[in-house]
């Protein structure tokens, strides 16, 4: 998805900020109410938003799922998470929501 799609029109919130509030840890609507500014009133919006939230690598189709089994494995680094599922090594661009969900993970 394109970084400046808009998400929430009402207001006015586009893909890149939902995922950099994703990455500074807000994995829930909710979470993403207070850190990205959402609304999430309309039922069309909260499909998209948890379609975005279940998914951490946009190029590669790695869903948080995904990422979360790998790192249960006991997969502890960014790089290792790249080699199993894929996440982060396209643009790269999700490295960072890897990273953190290696953290909460520990
Ligand atoms: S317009 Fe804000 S979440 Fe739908
Ligand atoms: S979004 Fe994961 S490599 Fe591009």
Redesign the pocket.
Known sequence: MAGNSM?????N?DYSTIRKAMCAGAPTVDELKEMAG?????E???R??DKILTSVCGCLNVSLKDVIDAVKSGVDTVEKVGEITGAGTDCGRCKALVKNIIELGR
């Open positions: 998400i929430c029109t009402s207001n919130v959402v609304c999430s009133t309309c069309g919006c909260k998209e938003l």
